[in-house]
């Protein structure tokens, strides 16, 4: 059974109090590492065992984003290492809990790494006098368009509200505070702004092995019109976004929500309610994805993720 402190985190992830591919995984590295603190296993074995059930137990969470299982998987390989080390020295299981906090530690300097890279290499994109698209909400969309204003360019946003949950508007306000200008709009009006943008941006839950992107329902019918009206379509997504199970032939699991986050379902009894979370946009969509390693056509970046990911 996780600890209390890991409990109540597994709770908010799945209440979506904690949202976004980047916060999830990094309070789940989190988690990982004060059960690690709070065990009481009296071998490196049974530490083993115990840090094994919580990351599954974690994972099983959010199953359709790549980005928590791979951070998991490394605070696992980063443990079994020490595990490994312990039996051949005078190491203890404090060592060994001390070196799945210091991946917490490190990772958490990694992903604030990571997101300055992303946001340096997307700013260069961004043009004086743009009008730039963006949908749902990306820690990694939100950097880069910050950057690019502290560069000194001057843009602007169309922001959508991304229904049903209005991400979007996590999107207008931080952006806003930040002095860019932002326009809101009701998702079905894309069609009607589209034509004068000059470039999308947004982010990604996942990137399958053929290079398609994984992200907020909606994303797929944004890149079909900026493809139709000539619009540079980029998705901004860490490494760590990449779905290694798709080269092996698994398909990329598409979560699908409560209908009562669409409707009053007491009210309207007798309707059907499907609320899918994300949509599939293949990769002849996309222009390129930004990334902490730069700018990658979606037909490259698998080759970059696997070297990044050690596998």
């Known amino acids: 059974m996780p600890s209390k402190e890991v409990i109540e985190i597994a709770a908010r992830i799945k209440s979506l109090k904690i949202q976004g591919a980047r916060n999830v995984s990094?309070?789940?590295?989190?988690?990982?590492?004060?059960?690690a603190r709070a065990s009481k296993a009296k071998s490196p074995e049974a530490l083993w065992k115990e840090l094994f059930l919580t990351a599954d137990y974690i994972a099983g969470l959010r199953p359709t984003e790549p980005m928590l299982q791979n951070s998991l998987r490394n605070a696992l390989r980063a443990t079994l290492l020490e595990i490994n080390r312990a039996r051949t020295s005078r190491a203890n299981i404090r060592t060994i809990r001390d070196a799945t906090a210091k991946f917490g530690r490190n990772y958490e300097k990694h992903a604030a790494r990571n997101l300055e890279l992303i946001?340096?290499?997307?700013?260069?994109?961004?043009?004086?006098g743009d009008t730039i698209l963006t949908h749902c909400h990306s820690s990694t969309v939100?950097?880069?368009?910050?950057?690019?204003?502290?560069s000194g360019k001057k843009f602007r946003v169309i922001a959508t509200e991304t229904r049903p949950k209005f991400q979007g508007h996590i999107t207008m306000s931080k952006l806003s505070a930040a002095g860019i200008p932002v326009t809101a709009i009701v998702d079905s009006a894309v069609s009607t702004f589209i034509k004068d943008c000059d470039k999308v941006f947004v982010g990604a839950d996942a990137i399958n092995?053929?290079?398609?992107?994984?992200?907020?329902?909606?994303?797929?019918?944004?890149?079909?019109?900026?493809?139709?009206?000539?619009?540079?379509?980029?998705?901004?997504?860490?490494?760590?976004?990449?779905?290694?199970?798709?080269?092996w032939g698994a398909h990329s699991l598409l979560e699908e929500r409560s209908p009562d986050e669409v409707l009053d379902t007491k009210k309207f009894r007798k309707v059907k309610v499907r609320n899918p979370a994300f949509d599939v946009t293949p990769a002849r969509f996309i222009t390129g994805y930004i990334t902490e390693k730069g700018l990658y056509a979606p037909q490259a970046l698998p080759a970059v993720a696997r070297e990044v990911l050690k596998i």
Do not use: P, R
Request: no cysteine; aromatic share 8%.
């Open 26 to 35: 990094g309070w789940a590295v989190k988690a990982m590492a004060l059960e």
């Open 119 to 128: 946001s340096l290499a997307g700013a260069q994109l961004v043009d004086d």
């Open 142 to 150: 939100e950097g880069i368009l910050k950057q690019a204003k502290l």
């Open 209 to 247: 092995s053929t290079g398609d992107l994984i992200n907020k329902i909606g994303t797929l019918t944004i890149a079909h019109l900026a493809d139709d009206y000539g619009v540079e379509f980029y998705s901004a997504a860490e490494l760590y976004k990449y779905d290694l199970l798709t080269q």
